[in-house]
């Protein structure tokens, strides 16, 4: 069995959700805990930082990754789904899991898989967790996969746990308002371990605060701790200039992420960041700042907002539910040019509403990534006229980026997202 044969095998032996949608999703920790015991329990075997949330989780994930591995430590960061490999969910260090070590596991464990029958991402949760423990990382990120709950890697007991915020998604397995959702993200909170939230939704306050108090876990809101004062935009990087209040001083940061969403992100990781360094981590300023300015270098992350080019301005982005699409167009109409969006999405999303988000005016290339959860491109393009959005169906995503690009000025602005499968096909040419 070489690598590709592997993930085939996992794709098409075990249930899941980037293939399958709600047939793969299984909730539940009483399957992943069989499993990890059948490997002796590594989640047991190293410290952890448990992220939860619908929009920020990848980014705080690997903002945190990256100031940790600059202050000296080896850092694990485990995060879903990937954009054009498997082995960019399970990093250390920045370093992709080998392909042979992915094989190994797969080719070696059939039998435990056979008896317990996992979900694909079960399966790639623990193989994180073997990874991890095998390395013996001082610590690994630990992104959620879908709510928190009933999320395989809710097994952890995490240093601290991060909660970023919480919007209408995935609402036929978590609930239909973000009340209910919230209640879902709440679940990674732990009895006595410390949760930061970091953006402030009023109306889920007393979510949150309802599940710390029972579990006598103090909640430490991230919001009131620091606040963003000023966002400065350059081409390849982003100044935040930020107040913190527990120490009453301003701080100047460089940040090598673009999105103007991620100063919510950033308020989050730095309360966390102060959480470690009050239990004992050694996390000096110095790393925090060359951590921050460093983000895709040393996590390896990329699809948020990424410039991949400047004549014309092209973006990548993996905004795909209303918030996402909400903060990501917002921040996209800024820059008062002709806008060119390469968009394709999967049909289990709230499609109408994303589309009502989206600007009028601009010019559009509807695409169709190769999954089957992918909505045809033409009926993208149907649904999309019902709000006054016209283009172009492309099926094939890089035909329809270079289109695109055949069609913007050097001054134009191009914009390609809506799944991340899209840009999981977008090659850079």
Sequence with gaps: MDYNQAIQFLYTQYPAFEKQGGLAYKPGLGNVLNISAAFNNPHTAFK??????TNGKGSSSSILAAVLQS?????????????????????????????????DFVQNNTAVFDRFKPSFFEITTILAFVWFAKQQVDIAIIETGM??????????????????????????FLGNTIQAIASEKAGIIKAGIPVVISELQQELISVYEEQAN???????????AYTVDTIITASEHTE????????????????DLQGLYQSKNVVGVLTVIDQLKKDGWAIPEDSIKEGLAHVQQLAGFKGRWQIISQKPLTILDAAHNEAGITLSMQQLQLYHKSIHIVIGMV???DIEKVLSLLPVQATYYFCQADSPRAMPAAELQTAAAVNGLQGQAITNVNDAVRAARKNAAPDDVIWIGGSLYVLGEFVSE
Excluded: C, M
């Design 214 to 224: 029972a579990l006598n876990s103090p909640l430490i809101k991230a919001f009131e």
């Design 71 to 103: 202050a000296g430590y080896t850092v694990g960061l485990y995060t879903s789904p990937h954009i054009h490999d498997f082995t960019e969910r399970i990093r250390i260090n920045g370093v992709p899991i080998p392909k042979d070590i992915v094989v």
């Design 347 to 349: 049909k289990d999303k």
């Design 147 to 172: 709510g928190g709950r009933l999320d395989a890697t809710n097994i952890v007991q995490p240093e601290v746990s991060l909660i970023t915020n919480v919007s209408l998604d995935h609402t036929q």
């Design 240 to 255: 935040i200039s930020i107040t913190d209040h527990v120490l009453k001083k301003i701080i100047a940061l460089r940040l």
């Design 48 to 53: 952890s930082i448990h992220v939860a949330g």
